[in-house]
């Protein structure tokens, strides 16, 4: 059984570029969360997939959006990137709406903006 | 004011000592977690409780819903156990993670 796996481990991009984070469920898991953890801060909820579709959401501009595919794994998309965008982006899997079951994290991908 | 709060923010502990960390949330929730967070981000789930208490080895989480307050405990505590603590919770009705700032524990030799 493999974890969950996250690419690229490290990026820089520009203010104003777009950048794309990729996550891999965990094997047998159909739910997908993403967050942002910014320096010194706790993760912050962007928004979660669960059979393809989007099943919540949270204070996040329409600039960031996402993509579960069937075999539930998932992108992150983040258009016109501004220096606030620097984080820590984590992916979560879990085994249904997450409502109380465990969420299993990957190893993050750290975006620098410029 | 954040819906989950932790304290301390920062713990330093001599090795072998009784640690204690805070959690308090204003909301009604489903569940609580203790996740683990090492330098270079990957973060672990050490417990998810929704009443009582848990225990795993040194680790110990308690938490009481009539409060809204957990408390995640270590016993003899070893520099090994240095890390970022941090509580979550799911609330009702909810499907995300809503965490605290997190608490930085340093243990020393």
């Known amino acids: 059984e493999t974890g969950v796996t996250q690419s690229p481990t490290h990026l820089i991009k520009t203010r104003g570029q777009q950048v794309t984070l990729r996550c891999s469920s965990q094997s047998g898991h159909n739910t997908v969360s993403w967050y942002q953890q910014a320096l010194g801060q706790g993760p912050q909820f962007i928004f979660q997939?669960?059979?393809?579709?989007?099943?919540g959401r949270g204070n996040f501009p329409p600039r960031f959006s996402g993509l579960q595919f069937p075999n539930y794994s998932s992108e992150l998309n983040v258009n016109a990137l501004e220096l606030d965008d620097s984080a820590l982006y984590l992916c979560?899997?879990?085994?249904?709406?997450?409502?109380?079951?465990?969420?299993?994290f990957g190893p993050g991908t750290r975006l620098t903006v410029l | 004011k954040n819906e989950v709060e932790q304290s301390p923010q920062n713990l330093t502990a001599q090795e072998g000592e009784f640690i204690t960390i805070n959690c308090s949330y204003s909301v009604g929730i489903s569940a609580l977690h203790w996740l683990q967070q090492h330098p270079g981000g990957g973060i672990v789930s050490l417990f998810m409780?929704?009443?009582g208490k848990k225990k795993h080895g040194r680790l110990i989480a308690t938490i009481n819903i009539q409060e809204k307050h957990s408390s995640l405990h270590i016993t003899a505590s070893h520099p090994r156990d240095s890390a970022v603590y941090i509580c979550a919770v799911t609330p009702w009705g909810g499907n995300k993670l809503v965490f605290g700032a997190g608490t930085i524990l340093r243990v020393k030799s």
């Open positions: 997939y669960y059979r393809e579709e989007e099943n």
């Open positions: 979560a899997s879990s085994t249904d709406s997450g409502r109380t079951y465990e969420q299993f």
């Open positions: 409780l929704s009443s």
